[in-house]
């Protein structure tokens, strides 16, 4: 399905139409990316048609943010699960294709669809290589800190209800006591919401020292670039060196000796003044007076 057609959020997207509601697998492209999705067995409250469109949705947002699709070949194994929302993930390398799997709640609807981060998140994964045990936070911080910014940068999300994620989550990110650094600390918190923190500090630590030419995104996309997927191997040193080489500051390399092996925290609540961004009730105010309101901005604005 490689014809194209406009649709109501004035892209150029691919013709679903012809998705086969019967077919087990649907061989679409998106992007630019050639994809194999097989859909789930059994009854399912969703069309084959929306679930196409949810996969496209996902695969806009990660170009949104690295400027292309990570990988030329997924597949994408949707496998339905009793009760409704999306239910987890994985993503490996296989044989010169992303291989992503993903639970679907048989009772699912449209609007679980559109607020899923889920099959975004593991997309993400296809956009570095595959890091050493210790070095994981990396991978699912990465995937945590880009996957909202990615959807707003493709207008599926709002900036408010990235940074309403980003107070709310970080703080499961800060080291503990008994704390050893991100690579010695392989914790849920640590791993996803310590990496996120990292992507966070690396993010506006780039920004601050380019004056807001330059961020985290430019480093991420050298990466992907120079042939960095999830179909390869790497190591994190050579990967936080692409970075910092992209970007002209070594902001990279820096908080990794900081972080790495030893717990070093981070005062959020005077981060969120800084940025200008505030929770209260669960609603997010912005203060764009505040010194860094720019680089706020900026992380959640598409690159050009």
Same mark, same amino acid.
């Given at each position: 399905? $490689?014809?194209?057609?406009?649709?109501?959020? +004035?892209?150029?997207?691919? &013709?679903?139409?012809?998705?086969?509601?019967?077919?087990? @697998?649907?061989?679409?492209?998106?992007?630019?990316?050639?994809?194999?999705?097989?859909?789930?067995?059994?009854?399912?409250?969703? @069309?084959?048609?929306?679930?196409?469109?949810?996969?496209?949705?996902?695969?806009?947002?990660?170009?949104?943010?690295?400027?292309?699709?990570?990988?030329?070949?997924? #597949?994408?194994?949707?496998?339905? /699960?009793?009760?409704? +929302?999306?239910?987890?993930?994985?993503?490996?390398?296989?044989?010169? /294709?992303?291989?992503?799997?993903?639970?679907?709640?048989?009772?699912?609807?449209?609007?679980?669809?559109?607020?899923? %981060?889920?099959? #975004?998140?593991?997309?993400?994964?296809?956009?570095?290589?595959?890091?050493?045990?210790?070095?994981? %936070?990396?991978?699912?911080?990465?995937?945590?800190?880009?996957?909202?910014?990615?959807?707003?940068?493709?207008? *599926?999300?709002?900036?408010?209800?990235? %940074?309403?994620? *980003?107070?709310?989550? !970080?703080?499961? +990110?800060?080291?503990?006591?008994?704390?050893?650094?991100?690579?010695?600390?392989?914790?849920?918190?640590?791993?996803?919401?310590?990496?996120?923190?990292?992507?966070?500090?690396?993010?506006?630590?780039?920004?601050?020292?380019?004056?807001?030419? !330059?961020?985290?995104?430019?480093? !991420?996309?050298?990466?992907?670039? /120079?042939?960095?997927?999830?179909?390869?191997?790497?190591?994190?040193?050579?990967? !936080?060196?692409?970075?910092?080489?992209?970007?002209?500051?070594?902001?990279?390399?820096?908080?990794?000796?900081?972080?790495?092996?030893? $717990?070093? @925290?981070? &005062?959020? &609540?005077?981060?969120?003044?800084?940025?200008?961004? @505030?929770?209260?009730?669960?609603?997010?105010?912005?203060?764009? $007076?505040?010194?860094? /309101?720019?680089?706020?901005?900026?992380?959640?604005?598409?690159?050009?």
């Amino acid at each position: 399905m $490689a014809i194209a057609c406009a649709d109501r959020r +004035g892209d150029v997207q691919p &013709d679903l139409a012809g998705v086969d509601p019967l077919a087990g @697998s649907n061989a679409l492209a998106i992007e630019g990316a050639r994809i194999e999705l097989w859909m789930p067995e059994g009854p399912m409250a969703l @069309s084959r048609v929306e679930i196409a469109h949810w996969v496209e949705d996902a695969v806009r947002a990660v170009k949104a943010y690295y400027g292309r699709v990570p990988v030329e070949r997924m #597949t994408i194994q949707v496998m339905r /699960s009793e009760g409704r +929302g999306i239910e987890g993930g994985n993503t490996i390398g296989v044989d010169g /294709s992303a291989l992503i799997h993903v639970g679907l709640g048989a009772r699912a609807d449209a609007a679980d669809l559109a607020r899923d %981060w889920v099959l #975004t998140h593991e997309m993400v994964h296809t956009a570095l290589p595959n890091l050493p045990a210790p070095n994981r %936070w990396l991978e699912e911080g990465i995937a945590t800190y880009v996957e909202p910014i990615a959807r707003a940068q493709a207008g *599926l999300e709002s900036a408010a209800e990235v %940074w309403r994620q *980003l107070v709310v989550g !970080l703080p499961q +990110g800060l080291p503990e006591a008994g704390d050893q650094g991100l690579d010695r600390t392989p914790t849920w918190g640590r791993t996803y919401w310590g990496g996120a923190l990292f992507c966070l500090l690396a993010d506006i630590g780039i920004r601050e020292r380019t004056q807001n030419r !330059l961020g985290l995104q430019n480093a !991420l996309r050298a990466v992907v670039a /120079s042939g960095g997927t999830v179909l390869t191997a790497g190591s994190i040193d050579r990967v !936080l060196a692409q970075g910092d080489e992209a970007v002209g500051v070594p902001v990279l390399s820096e908080l990794y000796a900081r972080h790495a092996k030893h $717990a070093e @925290s981070v &005062d959020l &609540d005077a981060l969120w003044v800084r940025l200008g961004v @505030s929770v209260r009730r669960g609603r997010v105010q912005f203060d764009d $007076a505040a010194p860094l /309101s720019g680089v706020r901005r900026a992380i959640t604005n598409a690159e050009r």
